[in-house]
């Protein structure tokens, strides 16, 4: 994983997939990212099919002691852009940029018990992955994560008592059969 200011990593074409990952308190449990990749510019993307298979496999998420391919906890919605907003925080969308762009694109959304996930790339993978995040102060946060690397731990906001909900749902249940139990035995009395 490398730290890096945008324009460090940025000429006028991404060779790799950009991530932009929401999580809030307002969302409780809820991971989004939006990922896009350039496949116009980039070598390593042959064609449409190759950039969805791209996103569809770009990260992996660690929570607890799994790690998972984003893809197999909640479908990709897929569709196209050919601007830069959105693909990179606004600070580094390059203002002298006049090659076209073809980007595909994918939003995904995950509800997590978890309290926290990171994220990585999979090894043998041919993508790096630029996870980054707007947070609540304004400030972005960025890292780009090769093959292998994994992110720094991600604070997933939840419901303050959410075992609290379901102890009264079962409570609530254990109390109706015992009150269906005392009604049957006062019958039989």
């Keep these: 994983m490398i730290g890096m200011t945008h324009h460090q990593c940025l000429a006028h074409a991404l060779p790799f997939i950009t991530a932009q990952l929401q999580v809030t308190a307002d969302h409780p449990g809820e991971l989004r990212l939006s990922l896009a990749v350039d496949f116009a510019n980039n070598p390593l993307i042959a ?21 998972i391919p984003i893809h197999q906890l909640a479908p990709l919605a897929f569709g196209k ?3 830069w907003r959105g693909i990179l925080p606004e600070s580094a969308i390059p ?28 090894k043998g993978s041919f993508n790096d992955v630029l996870l980054w995040r707007k947070q609540q102060n304004g400030e972005v946060k960025s890292m780009l994560l090769l093959p292998g690397d994994v992110s720094s731990t991600i604070d997933v906001p939840q ?16 109390l109706g059969f015992l009150a269906i139990g005392l009604m049957l035995l006062a019958r039989r009395s």
């Design 81 to 83: 852009s050919t601007s």
């Design 95 to 122: 203002s002298d940029d006049d090659q076209p762009h073809e980007w595909i694109t994918a939003s995904w959304s995950w509800k997590t018990l978890s309290p926290e996930v990171s994220f990585s790339v999979e």
């Design 47 to 67: 064609d449409k099919t190759q950039a969805k298979e791209a996103l569809k496999n770009a990260l992996m998420v660690h929570h607890g002691e799994k790690k």
């Design 159 to 174: 419901l303050l008592f959410p075992s609290l909900t379901s102890r009264m749902a079962s409570l609530v249940v254990i």
